[in-house]
């Protein structure tokens, strides 16, 4: 099982990014996918979450209105459009897969919000 981000980086202030987690060796289609972020010294907190069918969203509520989860099911693939970044979105991102009792995290990838 391997999931990969990708798509971090440094933005300014009011930019934007898209980040990438392609997954590997398990049926993508059955599992419910989330992205988490972690920032220095915080606990890791869920940003947003994907239906295993993408039929149902949920943000967490300092995301809302800004980030837009989606996932495309033939391309083993889920994604995180962020737009209007802050300072404070600056963190690791992680997304991660379950269902059920089965679980899987991905190494993460650094997004950084700085002038």
């Known amino acids: 099982v391997q999931l990969v981000e990708s798509g971090g980086g440094l933005v300014q202030p009011g930019g934007s990014l898209r980040l990438s987690c392609a997954a590997s060796a398990f049926t993508f289609s059955s599992y419910a996918m989330s992205w988490y972020r972690q920032a220095p010294g915080k606990e890791r907190e869920l940003v947003a979450a994907?239906?295993?069918?993408?039929?149902?969203?949920n943000y967490g509520d300092s995301v809302k209105g800004r980030f837009t989860i989606s996932r495309d099911n033939a391309k083993n693939t889920v994604y995180l459009q962020m737009n209007s970044l802050k300072p404070e979105d600056t963190a690791v991102y992680y997304c991660?897969?379950?269902?059920?009792?089965?679980?899987?995290w991905g190494q993460g990838t650094q997004v950084s919000v700085s002038s």
């Open positions: 994907i239906s295993s069918g993408g039929g149902s969203t």
């Open positions: 991660k897969a379950r269902m059920n009792r089965y679980e899987y």
